[in-house]
């Protein structure tokens, strides 16, 4: 690993769900302590595996790794920090407001963007304070800051009164408002972030266009702020040991070429490239050998999956084509593939809609994918019955940013205007923004399906249920709201209007972040119809040691969703051609394409 030759004391770690950023932080981290360091090793993921990979459990404070000296793991948990603060927030409230207007603030407080600063404020202490961690040589982190949340902390108005009088923002004011008192500590801590002396941010991706994109928009975002010293580490990166497994060679050539067009801003970072494994990265001898060329001998030693029996095909999911029949019954309504970027909700969306078309039915095809190529690719003469449109997630925000700026930053001071523009520009206003645009896309529901490939999570549907509520508390009429708002909430929780459709990867982080997604949605009273998980080796006939090895570590993860998780599960097999058109789609969900 290039960055351990000239190692910073502070390392962290970015990337998207499920690139691998933890089992790589981990392997730097037992690296730098075989190499005579001690070293803190902080995760501060709410859906942390640590405690797995390194074979111990972890607490909120410094634990020993007995098999490793001089390396000490903890977990924060941040959702725990944001339950405190929420309730530090909302608590003096609670006796002076109405039942509804304390839902409000309570779901207010309930966003990625509270998360985001409860985790900040919890490493804050570990790398601000520089007396917190005197005792050892290097902190690694394994998840970074946002530009977001860094830029909250640099705007000087985010520490004026405003923040605590204003309690009526869309979703990012409030988690500021209680912090003062850490002012210097969030200060010293950015400072150190922006030292290139001090930390160096290692941002993790794979050899996809779509990881690819979403490192290079983190990595411009940090350095606007200062964050320069990046290191690019391109993970699970393959090269076929076989020519005459198909597979294996499409494969390496698709990732050889998301590596050769990956944005600019990427190519003239500092790299490493580390080898695809044959399965998970557990235990200390798995996390030595990460970054090690991989042979076909070390492929067979390399794990428990070679212990394992062969794939049993007759036990795996059916295909999604088999759960067609089912969705197409009620003869309208709504469909929503949700899930994490990067796991194909686009093109399980675009799949069904083609199916669903070819059945003759009515079916509108709504999608936010920026590139929009396979909403491209579906519409044409061959499917009278499909139209396709395309939510701007830019212009939506743009237009629900200006409204806002308007109304709520009409009479606001320039420091108050700068920090309303700040939050504005969060995830979570986005959220609202497309929330609001595809009410009217769920309306068209009643008389035909509409398929939707981005879909509010349960946070956002709370925050607006409770905002409905609040509403009807101080107005008592709800005349003056948009039919399509008002009956929204009602067809999101219907099951026989609206089927959820859970996207995920047959691999640890994706099926566990599917998980909180189900829980977020169920807590918001939307039951998942199905999960469908894409891009799987299971069902296919590899013959390359590698993939063999990887087909069985999937068996672990289909097990889960299919016992602990769905009420119905769909498979989609890995493809040699990317499903991009109306004749891809088809046959990524056909039954032959999941046995051949």
């Not at 994490?340 to 039915?361: F, S, Y």
Request: hydrophobic content about 45%.
């Amino acid at each position: 690993m290039e960055f351990l030759k000239h190692t910073t004391r502070n390392l962290f770690f970015t990337g998207k769900g499920g690139v691998g950023k933890t089992s790589v932080a981990c392997a730097a981290a037992v690296k730098l302590a075989d190499a005579g360091k001690r070293v803190l090793l902080v995760s501060t993921d709410p859906a942390s595996n640590l405690d797995e990979v390194l074979g111990t459990p972890l607490q909120h404070h410094p634990t020993p790794i007995p098999s490793i000296p001089n390396l000490f793991a903890m977990n924060l948990d941040p959702e725990k920090s944001a339950a405190d603060y929420r309730e530090r927030m909302v608590g003096p409230y609670r006796t002076l407001l109405p039942a509804a207007a304390i839902a409000s603030m309570e779901e207010q407080f309930s966003g990625s963007c509270t998360l985001e600063i409860a985790a900040f404020d919890e490493f804050s202490r570990l790398l601000g304070d520089a007396a917190a961690t005197a005792e050892f040589d290097h902190v690694i982190f394994d998840t970074a800051p946002t530009g977001h949340t860094l830029r909250l902390l640099t705007l000087p108005s985010a520490w004026s009164g405003f923040m605590e009088s204003n309690t009526t923002g869309t979703s990012c004011l409030g988690p500021l408002a209680g912090l003062q008192a850490q002012q210097v500590l969030y200060q010293d801590t950015v400072k150190a972030l922006s030292d290139p002396a001090v930390t160096t941010l290692v941002m993790v991706t794979r050899a996809e266009a779509t990881a690819f994109r979403e490192a290079a928009r983190t990595s411009g975002e940090l350095q606007a702020l200062g964050v320069a010293n990046q290191h690019l580490v391109i993970n699970a990166v393959f090269r076929a040991s076989t020519t005459s497994d198909p597979y294996a060679m499409a494969m390496q050539q698709r990732g050889e070429k998301a590596i050769a067009e990956m944005p600019d801003v990427l190519k003239f970072l500092p790299r490493t490239a580390i080898p695809l494994t044959a399965g998970g990265v557990l235990g200390v001898e798995a996390l030595r050998s990460l970054g090690q060329p991989a042979s076909t001998a070390s492929v067979v030693r390399s794990g428990k999956a070679s212990d394992e029996s062969a794939v049993d095909r007759a036990s795996l999911p059916k295909s999604l084509s088999a759960m067609i029949d089912e969705l197409a019954a009620p003869g309208h309504g709504v469909i929503l593939a949700m899930g994490k970027g990067g796991v194909g909700k686009t093109t399980v969306a675009a799949a069904v809609a083609v199916a669903l078309a070819e059945r003759g039915l009515e079916v509108h095809l709504s999608t936010t994918d920026p590139a929009a190529h396979i909403a491209a690719a579906v519409a044409g003469e061959t499917y009278p019955n499909l139209t396709v449109s395309r939510i701007d997630p830019v212009a939506e925000t743009a237009k629900y940013s200006k409204e806002v700026m308007t109304n709520a930053g009409a009479g606001l001071d320039a420091s108050g205007k700068a920090l309303l523009e700040e939050d504005l520009r969060s995830p979570c206003t986005e959220e609202i923004a497309v929330f609001r645009a595809f009410a009217d896309a769920v309306a068209e529901g009643t008389n035909r399906f509409v398929v939707l490939d981005t879909a509010p999570t349960g946070h956002t549907v709370l925050l607006l249920d409770s905002a409905l509520s609040y509403h009807r508390e101080v107005t008592r009429q709800t005349s003056g709201m948009p039919e399509a708002v008002e009956n929204l909430l009602p067809r999101l929780r219907d099951k026989q209007f609206t089927r959820v459709l859970i996207v995920t990867l047959p691999e640890a982080t994706p099926v566990h972040e599917a998980a909180q997604l189900q829980r977020d949605l169920r807590r918001a009273e939307i039951e998942p119809y199905a999960w469908v998980i894409n891009n799987c080796l299971s069902p296919l006939n590899v013959t390359d040691p590698l993939l063999v090895e990887r087909q069985k570590h999937e068996a672990k993860y289909i097990k889960e969703v299919v016992t602990e998780q769905a009420s119905r599960t769909a498979l989609i097999a890995w493809q040699i051609e990317p499903p991009v058109g109306p004749e891809a789609l088809k046959r990524a969900m056909q039954p032959d394409a999941v046995m051949r």
